[in-house]
């Protein structure tokens, strides 16, 4: 029986990042027909927005090197997007020649971390971003911008709130039509979500990505929703992290993700048992069990 709080929205969106973010980080290469057969079953779950993949190039991320074929693969159902990250305007090109309607940017809230994963400067980085944004939307696609570090840097440690703003804000005047704040080594703590989230302008149009290093994910996740959010990253299974930050661990599990807001009375439209199962499968492919503490619960016996 659900048991409603005070202060929080009716329905939440759950981006689903399994696909890209979580089997991005696999040590194995996961084979194309398995990363296609994972996302129709998210989809079959209930899933309104899938992220399938990411056009980058394979020397950076080999797990993703099938980014082309996967997207030829997919049986798109109706009602669901399918959004792609794309690094670049070569990354574009390609999502267009294979019609994608949706793609996303990935910022850095840091310097250090702009230079060590985009090779860019903090500001330079918008050098990058502004043409590949301003073709998405001639074209009509929508364009998600992602902005990591965005609480903790492991080379420059805590974050400025004002720092992140200021590249969130400079992502949205762009044209992006959502703001997706990463906590990329899961440092981040409710006051700080709150915080941060506050010093915004516009808290509609802002998404959460949480990992859950420090165990956290759920609870600032909670604060992100008092404070206006209605969009949540999560990866099925937990899968996931970031390869180029060591410290990053696994993401908030969907499961665990949907098990909280069932408990909150607060619709997702999803399937936890088909959720479940989902990640039971995948676990078995990938030769581990599933980090996500419902999923273990659940298929227990």
Not at 6 to 29: F, K, M, W
Not at 78 to 94: A, E, F, K, T
Not at 244 to 268: F, H, K, P, R
């Amino acid at each position: 029986m659900p048991y409603a709080m005070e202060g929080l929205p009716q329905q939440v969106t759950i981006y689903e990042v399994g696909p890209r973010d979580g089997l991005q980080n696999e040590s194995a290469v996961v084979p194309v027909e398995v990363k296609a057969e994972f996302i129709h079953r998210l989809a079959d779950a209930g899933h309104k927005v899938i992220e399938a993949t990411s056009f980058v190039h394979p020397d950076w991320v080999p797990q993703l090197a099938d980014a082309g074929e996967l997207l030829a693969r997919l049986r798109r159902k109706p009602g669901v997007r399918y959004p792609v990250l794309v690094p670049n305007l070569r990354g574009l090109d390609r999502a267009l020649e294979l019609q994608a309607d949706e793609i996303a940017v990935f910022a850095s809230a840091t310097e250090t971390f702009a230079a060590k994963n985009l090779n860019r400067s903090l500001e330079s980085q918008f050098e990058m971003f502004e043409p590949v944004v301003a073709r998405a939307l001639d074209n009509g696609l929508k364009v998600r911008a992602y902005v990591s570090m965005c609480f903790g840097d492991p080379w420059e440690g805590p974050t400025p709130v004002r720092q992140v703003v200021e590249v969130g804000e400079r992502l949205l005047g762009l044209g992006c039509h959502e703001l997706s704040l990463g906590d990329t080594i899961g440092v981040g703590t409710p006051g700080h979500v709150t915080a941060l989230i506050d010093a915004f302008r516009t808290p509609e149009r802002l998404a959460v990505h949480f990992h859950d290093t420090y165990g956290q994910a759920l609870s600032n996740t909670l604060a992100a929703l008092r404070a206006g959010v209605t969009t949540v990253d999560a990866s099925t299974g937990g899968i996931g992290g970031c390869p180029y930050a060591e410290s990053a661990t696994g993401n908030l599990a969907t499961e665990d993700l949907v098990w909280m807001l069932q408990g909150l009375g607060i619709e997702t439209g999803l399937d936890l048992g088909k959720l479940v199962s989902t990640s039971v499968w995948l676990a078995e492919l990938l030769g581990r069990p599933s980090p996500s503490r419902v999923v273990q619960a659940l298929s227990k016996g």
